[in-house]
């Protein structure tokens, strides 16, 4: 079994968190990203490919190491294997049958330390430690042996190249697809060649031919380092695979941009630990906990850089194709890590922007080739203009929706202006699959939602709604009228032409031939999510999605059960499956009205991903794209690009409840009956970080903030956030500070299922003598401590937390 070490106490990260489990419990090995390239792990750990976003291909298939005793020739075998998967690496550690101890590292390099316009070459490095743990002297040889074709045309030369230390290899039809792999010092040996027999040999292969002796279009690399130990001796061997879609000088410049190996990982982790310590969420559930915690660094796996800015495929070393639907929802969760990804990312599908307004469904991230599918309306159109009112709510980036504004609205006139005689946005399309489904269902076979759907319509009227607060902000009262008018009466007739009067539930939609569907589905989450539904049809709906033939272990299904069309995997499991994104957009919905259901939620469709990956065809920390109805087993995207910004989005505005919709933030959490306290932290918004706790007190739901935002029930606001001044001697406690000119306040919050003593402390505090109060879940009260000296408060002050409950330590002046 896997176990995890949780770093984010408060604000303040740990950089040795991972998921370590035995080397035997992979279905696959991690997917590791950089802005420039993407590697992929077996379950072996070795590498199963390295992808070029520049090229849109892989580069290199397989690269593993293998080790022979030099003595014997006998392959050294391994056993206590562990992989330590981290948010930016995976780790392989384990032991020879010779005494010596093997720790290999693998990542995607990343860096800021070349200047904020430089992003970093696109590498991947394997670094591998050997240490001799035995009493004895070891002389072992260990090989790297690569497949240099990857997934292109089977057309490969190649050469060692002296002053980089390794083999350069490229495609004869096109030499700019031009790959390096090799060592940052010089190997003992080398070859290319025909012989795929050599990685798997049982006896040891001796030296390399040092030549390129390949015959065939596919040759495999190899590298050869002698290593010889005495006893406690240790040695670094750094493997490097650097890419180019341009030239050989250009892969030149880019190798000589890449530090030495441990500058390298230092850079690429404190890279994402900038970004993880961003949006900060705590709870009693450690799932949702770490949930929050690594859809940040799934995040950051999926997004590539290009010449025209930042962007991401829909299925990464698969796809070189941008999705205007999927890259609005990036921006939801990525406005609350790096909104400049966001910023860059809208713009180019406004840019791209078809002359009658319709946003298109996707573009070609190498050449910006667009593709609509022949659609009349799509769902990308409305959600682009949701993603940029949201961009600006979170970022105040008035520039940025003032200069999209122009193009918001003529995307929103062109929906419109696709309109029925009952005033429903109207798809005309009569096809089938992705030239007859209008949203994001689009890829089932045989299977048509046009006409007028109720997911399109409903993001119609929160886009028109966007667009209208859009307008008045920028001082064009006219048109904020009329698209405020506009806005409300699709919301009118939504509920009127929209609503099985039957079930007070809205269709799917109402065909192109006219005909209601009436099928329910997870799809009824659309009303809710976008303002439409009156409360009492929406507790209707979260009440109809809450069934039990629509639920599972991991999530929600796509439709129920019992339903005439289900199937496991029908129509890729749109029609059965479950679709991981569709639960995070479920818990969104439900936050307001079933809270506890909404926290469930979030807790088992990460928590999922974690338990038994071998069995479920995942890898722990890494959100997979959708699962088996019955078994629940991975069928989709190892790493799923799309679903882990939802998550983050329905972690800080549905169960932390932040409001950013209304264009004036709003903090209303909704705690679940077993939660009894919430901490979201360093939330970038509006220029500031801004933080808050939610507690259930005796007198009710108490908040706290650092922000000057408007506030659902009763709230105390403090100046700053100290967190990073404050320590707790339990390392699983969640810990929170904050301060103003007469108070300082820390939480503690216990996420264990038992009762702990710990100890809580500041850094500093202003005066030689201080008066101090405590409250703990315990006993549901306050005790005064009387006058405290500083050392006594800085040396610590105890509190025993019940399991789920925390404490409070207000500190004042005397």
Same mark, same amino acid.
């Given at each position: 079994m896997h176990r995890t070490r949780d770093p984010s106490r408060s604000t303040v990260v740990d950089p040795r968190f991972a998921y370590i489990l035995a080397d035997d419990e992979m279905a696959q090995g991690s997917t590791l990203g950089a802005p420039r390239c993407t590697v992929v792990l077996k379950a072996t750990g070795a590498i199963a490919n390295v992808y070029c976003p520049d090229a849109g291909f892989n580069y290199f298939g397989t690269i593993q190491l293998a080790y022979w005793d030099r003595q014997s020739g006998i392959r050294l075998s391994h056993y206590s294997g562990e992989f330590h998967i981290h948010p930016e690496r995976q780790d392989h550690v384990f032991e020879l049958d010779n005494g010596v101890h093997v720790h290999e590292q693998i990542f995607a390099y990343t860096s800021e330390e070349e200047g904020k316009l430089a992003i970093p070459?696109?590498?991947?490095?394997?670094?591998?430690?050997?240490?001799?743990?035995?009493? $004895?002297?070891?002389?072992?040889?260990?090989?790297?042996?690569?497949?240099?074709? /990857?997934?292109?045309?089977?057309?490969?030369?190649?050469?060692?190249?002296?002053?980089?230390?390794?083999?350069?290899?490229?495609?004869? =039809?096109?030499?700019?697809?031009?790959?390096?792999?090799?060592?940052?010092?010089?190997?003992?040996?080398?070859?290319? /060649?025909?012989?795929?027999? $050599?990685?798997?040999?049982?006896?040891?292969? =001796?030296?390399?031919a040092n030549a390129a002796t390949a015959k065939g279009p596919?040759?495999? @690399? @190899?590298?050869?380092?002698?290593?010889?130990?005495?006893?406690?001796?240790?040695?670094?061997?750094? +493997?490097?695979?650097?890419?180019?879609?341009?030239?050989?000088?250009?892969?030149?410049?880019?190798?000589?941009?890449?530090?030495? =190996?441990?500058?390298a990982r230092r850079r690429t982790t404190e890279y994402y630990w900038k970004f993880l310590r961003r949006s900060i969420v705590r709870t009693p559930d450690v799932d949702v906990n770490q949930g929050v915690l690594w859809a940040k660094a799934n995040m950051l796996r999926t997004q590539t850089y290009r010449p025209t800015g930042?962007? +991401?495929?829909?299925?990464?070393?698969?796809?070189?194709?941008?999705? =205007?639907?999927?890259?609005?929802?990036?921006?939801?969760?990525?406005?609350?890590?790096?909104?400049?990804?966001?910023?860059?990312?809208?713009?180019?599908?406004?840019?791209?922007?078809q002359k009658s307004g319709k946003i298109v469904e996707y573009y070609d991230v190498r050449n910006e080739k667009t593709e609509d599918y022949g659609l009349n309306v799509n769902d990308n159109t409305p959600l682009m203009v949701i993603a940029l009112w949201h961009h600006y709510t979170v970022t105040s980036n008035k520039t940025f929706l003032r200069e999209c504004y122009p193009r918001a609205a003529r995307a929103m006139e062109y929906m419109l202006s696709q309109r029925n005689e009952q005033g429903l946005v109207w798809c005309t399309a009569t096809g089938v699959g992705e030239r007859g489904i209008v949203g994001w269902r689009n890829v089932i076979d045989n299977y048509r939602i046009s @006409?007028?759907?109720?997911?399109?319509?409903?993001?119609?009227?929160?886009?028109?709604?966007a667009l209208a607060k859009t307008a008045k902000l920028l001082g064009k009262d006219?048109?904020? $009228?009329?698209?405020?008018?506009e806005a409300r009466a699709l919301r009118t007739a939504i509920n009127k032409h929209l609503v099985n009067p039957e079930a007070n539930l809205y269709y799917l939609t109402i065909d192109v031939d006219g005909t209601p569907r009436t099928d329910v589905t997870a799809d009824l989450v659309f009303p809710i999510l976008f303002g439409v539904a009156p409360q009492e049809r929406a507790a209707r709906i979260i009440g109809a999605l809450s069934d039990a033939a629509f639920w599972t272990a991991a999530g929600i299904r796509t439709i129920p059960r019992d339903d005439l069309l289900y199937g496991p995997t029908n129509g890729f499991g749109l029609l059965g499956g479950v679709w991981v994104a569709v639960t995070y957009w479920y818990a969104f919905a439900a936050a307001k009205y079933n809270p506890s259901f909404m926290a469930k939620a979030l807790a088992m469709a990460f928590r999922h991903f974690n338990r038994e990956p071998r069995r479920n065809n995942t890898v722990p920390g890494q959100f997979s794209e959708w699962l088996h109805g019955e078994i629940l087993a991975n069928q989709g995207m190892m790493l799923s690009p799309w679903d882990a910004p939802r998550y983050l989005w329905a972690a800080i505005e549905g169960a932390g409840g932040l409001d950013v919709y209304s264009g004036e933030p709003r903090i209303a959490p909704t705690l679940p009956e077993d939660w009894r306290w919430m901490a979201v932290t360093n939330v970038p918004l509006r220029g500031k970080n801004v933080a808050w706790i939610a507690l259930r007190m005796p007198r009710g739901i108490e908040l706290h903030t650092t922000s000057t935002f408007k506030c659902a029930s009763r709230c105390a606001r403090?100046?700053?956030?100290?967190?990073?001044?404050?320590?707790?001697?339990?390392?699983?406690?969640?810990?929170?500070? +904050?301060?103003?000119?007469?108070?300082?306040?820390?939480?503690?919050?216990?996420? $264990?299922?038992?009762?702990?003593?710990?100890?809580?402390?500041?850094?500093?505090?202003?005066?030689?003598?201080?008066?101090?109060?405590v409250f703990s879940t315990v006993s549901n009260q306050w005790w005064d401590l009387g006058k405290r000296k500083r050392e006594q408060i800085m040396n610590g002050i105890a509190v025993v937390i019940d399991a789920g409950g925390f404490a409070l330590i207000e500190i004042t002046p005397p």
């Open positions: 070459p696109p590498a991947v490095y394997h670094r591998v430690h050997v240490r001799n743990e035995s009493v $004895k002297r070891v002389a072992f040889d260990m090989y790297a042996f690569a497949e240099l074709r /990857g997934n292109t045309e089977r057309d490969i030369v190649a050469e060692y190249d002296e002053e980089m230390h390794g083999i350069v290899a490229w495609n004869a =039809g096109t030499p700019s697809q031009i790959r390096f792999c090799g060592a940052l010092e010089q190997a003992d040996s080398w070859e290319t /060649g025909d012989d795929r027999r $050599k990685p798997i040999s049982r006896t040891w292969p =001796g030296r390399l596919d040759p495999v @690399g @190899g590298l050869h380092f002698a290593v010889d130990l005495e006893p406690g001796a240790s040695r670094w061997i750094d +493997f490097l695979c650097v890419l180019s879609a341009e030239s050989r000088d250009d892969l030149r410049a880019s190798r000589q941009r890449c530090p030495e =190996g441990s500058e930042w962007c +991401f495929t829909n299925d990464p070393t698969h796809s070189n194709n941008a999705v =205007g639907r999927d890259t609005a929802w990036m921006s939801f969760g990525a406005d609350y890590v790096n909104p400049a990804f966001s910023r860059d990312a809208l713009s180019v599908f406004f840019r791209l922007q @006409g007028a759907s109720t997911e399109i319509n409903s993001e119609c009227y929160a886009a028109l709604d006219a048109a904020a $009228k009329r698209y405020r008018r403090y100046d700053e956030d100290i967190s990073d001044q404050a320590r707790v001697s339990d390392p699983h406690a969640a810990v929170v500070a +904050f301060a103003d000119e007469n108070r300082t306040l820390i939480f503690i919050g216990n996420g $264990k299922s038992q009762t702990v003593t710990t100890a809580a402390s500041l850094a500093a505090l202003p005066l030689a003598e201080h008066t101090v109060r």
